[in-house]
Each structure stands twice: as structure tokens, then as C-alpha cells.
């Protein structure tokens, strides 16, 4: 079945539901990030806006995507297009899923229930943060038939990573994300001079009640060095012994550790930086993409997060290899703008602008983008 012809429509209806906003015309994702740093407060616009040190991985994120020239081929009959694509053997509507990011009730009161919602409209994936402020219970009750990964860290205290892996099993999320690039967390010097902590009327969900009895230093609503920094790869055998769900790695940015993925038999990969939060001097994610894609060679699937924008930055990324892009903070912007409807709004734009980008370029569908069209030279 072939999707809809054109996105001129949406594009020319300022006064559509949701996309214009107090004469504020939400035309791209930036104008979503601009609403955002507005109406937020301080401390919960930098805590999202945070990189790591000097946040050069952060802001190299998008510089990266603006380097990249695209070959765009003609004449070849765009007047109809296709965006679906499968992530895991699933259809998805669109190759742009939500990472997975913590405290979504910071930006809006009804939090990751309203992003579920948002996610499960736009029939694509949700992966669900381990930090979200509402529970996975919550989510699955809002949004019962959406397209879900549970985005797992290992604790120190293994007992509760494995309660967390059955529960979200039990409740019929599909993989599990395991984030690899936290063994401690990255210095984020606007959190530190702000003094961020959740708020007394928000909590990390998951664990209402687990941490009750602790004193000491906070990090990000949970105990300090709950996070355990001894995590390897023989982790990922551990972990494949207690599931039977897909397991994909997020935070990989070489060959080398693709390749020790594979081995370890994992079922995916997305090529991370953490939104640039974590080490600054590495890679952006788009530039570390080819080389994994290089070696994987097909074995297993390959996406990436990190600086995505605008849906001609989804091209490029799926152009260079990957099969599914997500998208971070723009989510949270879209909350904060209008809850389930923002994000919604978002998605929907990154959707019409990846189907232009599409059509551009001269491509039908997901299976015409491939390297060729990327401007080597250029990079
Ligand atoms: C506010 C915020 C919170 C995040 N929380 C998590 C998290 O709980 N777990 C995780 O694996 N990644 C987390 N990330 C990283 C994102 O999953 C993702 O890698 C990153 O946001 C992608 O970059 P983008 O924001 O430029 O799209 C977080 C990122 C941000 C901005």
C-alpha cells in the first residue's frame, strides 16, 4: 500500500491543530526547540540542553550532518512515496523512533504516557527510558498497542536490573536497549553550577520506593553510584541468559567494539554519543556510522541517534547505513510545546520532511537510499 502523495498541505496550513501556536508557526523542529527554551524553566532547559565539558561532541552532533552533500538522482517518478520500514521485524511507519530520554514530566505533566501516546499514533518505535517519571506500567496502560524498547543500565545490585528486564518483558516491550556508555556520568557543568535535582513531586518511577531507605548524594533523582562502572562484555552474556528479548547496544562508536558486538551475538546497534552528554571529544554519531556499518556488513542492525534535525538528516544517516534514526531532545521539546500532541507535531514534520527529502533526492521508498547518494568528496 502506498502512503500519501504529498506533504504540501501540512506544510501550507498554518492553522492546522497543533502546528501554529500564539501566532507561533511551528514550520520545523527548531521552532520547537526555540518554544522550548522559552517556556521552560531554567534548570530543566539546560539539564535537556546539556553536553558533556565543552559539549564540542554535542554541537558536532548537528555540524556533522550540515558537512554531508547529497547526490540527488531526477527524473525518476516520485509521484508517489513510501517511508514505512521495519526495525527488528516490525513495520514502523517512518525510519524515526524516540530515544530514550529521562524526566518527561519535567517538560510536560502528563510525561512519557503522553510521548507513549504521541509514538503509538505515529505508528513508530518508543524506547522507553529507565529515568522516566512515569512507570512502565503507566506507559503500556496509555498506549497498549504501541511499538516499545525498554532502555536498560546494569546496577551495581544485579537482582535489580534483572526485576526491571522481567517486567518490562511481562508487559510486552520487544527489546532491550542496554547503554553502554555510561559507567559514570559525564560532567555537565550547567547541572552542577544549577544544582539540577528532580523536583520533591517527581520521581524515578521504576524504582519508587526501592531507594526510600537510602541516605547520601543524589544523582539525577537516584542514589549516586547506583550505575555500575565494572560493566563488560561478559555483561551481555549475563544479560542474554536472564531474556529472550533482542538485545541492541547503544553508545558503540567504532569497529572494533561493532565488532565485538556481533560476536557477542546482540541484535542490534545504535551508534551513540548520548546526545554529546557524556564524552566530549569523540565522535559525532554520523561520522562514526560508516565505519560500523563497514564491519557489521549486514549481521545485525545498525541505527544511530544524536544531532538529528530535519528529515534530510534522516536520508543522510540511512544513505550511510543505518536503518532507523532516533531522535532526543526534540521529543522532549515537542512535549513541552503541547504533550502528546507536540511530539506528535515532530514527528509528523520529520515525516513530511523525510518523504520531500525522499522525493528530491529520487527515492520511492527506504530500499532506494544507499550510498550513492551521499557526495564522498564533500566529506
Ligand atoms: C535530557 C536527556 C536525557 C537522556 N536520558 C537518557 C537515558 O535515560 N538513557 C539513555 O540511554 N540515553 C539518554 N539520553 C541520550 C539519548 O538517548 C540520545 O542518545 C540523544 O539524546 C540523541 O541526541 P539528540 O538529543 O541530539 O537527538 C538522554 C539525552 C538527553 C538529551
New binding site residues.
Partial sequence: MCQERSSAKRMNNCNREGVCCGGMQMVCLTDFEEYAKEHLSKATWD??A?GADECCT?DD??LAYKRIRLRPRILRDVSVSDTRTTVQGTEISFPVGI?????HCLAWHEGEVATARATEALNTCY?T???STCSVEEIVAAAPNGYRWF?LYVYRDRKLSEQMVHRVETLGYKAL?L?VD?PYTGKRRNDIRNQFKLPPHLKVKNFDGVFQETAGPEEYGIPANTLDPSISWKDVYWLQSITRLPIII?GILTKEDAELAVEHGVQGIIV?N????QLDGGPASIDALPEIVDTVQGRIEVYV????RTGSDVLKALALGAKCV?????A?WGLAYKGEEGVRDVLQILNDEFRLSMALSGCRNVAEINRNLIQFSKL
Avoid: C, E, M, W
Wanted: hydrophobic share 35%; no cysteine.
Fill in positions: 539539564y535537556y546539556a554535542r552532533n548537528l530515544a530514550p530520554t529521562a524526566f524506547i527510558s529507565t529515568y532502555q536497549v547503554t555510561v547503544k551513540s548520548h546526545g554529546g552528554r541517534d544524536g544531532g538529528i532516533f531522535i532526543g531532545r526534540p522532549v
